[in-house]
Structures are given as structure tokens and as C-alpha cells.
């Protein structure tokens, strides 16, 4: 059982699918439709770290964009023509329907929500529309604001400074392992989204805990 003030969740692969744009197309993508948007999203956060390191900022959409245009030039059986159709579904993404169920149930345990996201604020804005779930959420928190992407510290404080609260009342909840390690870091109150069953990593920074999706979460808030 996590005793948290906030629930603050990571938006891309957490809360919203990322590879739903390249589902809606996958007929016309052809048969190199999952490998193109495997390269799309490590390069789309390959981009967010190496910038960072180097002491750079550029926001998340135009990173989605120049990823997306890597994606095409390794993956040339992919229509190009797909471009501008593409980073329009990527506005929309299709939330899990485990996290259309999660919410609701921990917003009626009286904690508060939030998302913490690499993602540009007009990608949020879209994303949370699209999925119906804007009234459930106390913030929508962007990278943008302080000009750096996870997991630098900095990031997990928009958090902390929103809420008034402290590091360890913040259960942080992410698909990403190294985004839980970043977390962790923070002394927030972490737990794993293993979607895809990874292997585990990071030992001096683990999770409070694993779980496989969304599903039971509200039963580990008190």
C-alpha cells in the first residue's frame, strides 16, 4: 500500500500508447510498420538525453518531427508520404484502457493527479483531451518550463513546487525505467509500469514497486 498525497504519471508509454500513430497506419506503413516506430520513439528519446547532456533545449515536438524523418531514412519501405499523417495521429495518441480505468478510481480515493511529461504543453493538451481525461488531472506538468528533460532533477521539482508538498509524498508512475530511476533519485515514491516485462536495471534505484499495467492501481493507494 502507497500513502501519497499526488499520483503524477509519465504521459508517453505510461498513460498514451505511443506506437497508436503508426497503428492507424500500419496497412499503409507495410510490413516494416513496428520496426519504423521502434527506431521513432528510441530516437525521438535519444534526442531528449544527448541535447540535455550537452547543455541544449529544443522541445519535444520538433524532436518528435526530426525522429520521425530519421525513422523515414533508415526505414525507406515506409511511404513517405505518411509524414504529415503520422505526427498528426501523434498528437493524439489512444490512451491504455488501463489508464482510462486507473484514474477515476484513484481520483476517487480524494488523491490528487498529475502528469509529469518530456512532451511539448500543446502535445499534452492534445493527448489529455483527446483522451477524455482533463477533469481527473490537478496539473499537467511539461519539461518546457524549466528547459531540460528527464531525468534531470530539475524536472521532478515542477513537481514538488506544484503541489507544495514533499519528495516522498509524490507516488511517480512510469513505463520508463530509467525515468523511475530518475524519479527515485528525486526521493520520489516510484512504481514500474513493466508493459513490455523488461528486465530489471538500475539495482541502487529500484521501484517501490513492478506492477504489468495500470489496472490495480487504485487498490495501492491508501
Request: neutral net charge.
Amino acid at each position: 500500500m502507497i500513502n501519497a498525497r499526488a499520483y503524477v504519471f509519465d504521459a508517453y508509454g505510461t498513460l498514451f500508447d505511443v506506437h497508436a500513430a503508426i497503428a492507424r497506419h500500419r496497412a499503409d506503413a507495410g510490413p516494416d510498420a513496428e520496426r519504423f516506430s521502434e527506431i521513432w520513439r528510441s530516437k525521438q528519446l535519444e534526442y531528449t538525453w544527448t541535447l540535455t547532456l550537452a547543455g541544449r533545449y529544443v522541445d519535444f515536438w520538433t524532436l518528435t518531427e526530426r525522429a520521425l524523418d530519421y525513422a523515414f531514412a533508415r526505414v525507406p519501405s515506409v511511404d513517405r508520404t505518411l509524414h504529415p499523417r503520422l505526427l498528426e495521429a501523434y498528437l493524439k495518441l489512444d490512451a491504455f484502457p488501463d489508464a482510462r480505468a486507473a484514474l477515476p478510481g484513484l481520483k476517487a480515493r480524494g488523491v490528487r493527479l498529475a502528469i509529469l511529461s518530456n512532451g511539448a504543453p500543446r502535445m499534452l493538451t492534445a493527448a489529455v483531451e483527446a483522451a477524455g481525461i482533463a477533469a481527473l488531472l490537478d496539473a499537467v506538468l511539461s519539461v518546457d518550463a524549466v528547459r531540460l528533460y528527464k531525468p534531470r532533477p530539475e524536472v521532478y521539482a515542477l513537481v514538488t513546487d506544484a503541489f507544495a508538498c514533499k519528495p516522498e509524498e509524490v507516488a511517480f508512475v512510469s513505463s520508463n525505467r530509467w525515468d523511475v530511476m530518475g524519479a527515485a533519485a528525486f526521493g520520489f515514491r516510484p512504481l514500474w509500469v513493466n508493459r513490455a516485462k523488461m528486465p530489471e536495471e538500475y539495482a541502487e534505484l529500484p521501484p517501490v514497486q513492478a506492477i504489468a499495467d495500470l489496472g490495480g492501481l487504485a487498490s495501492l493507494a491508501l
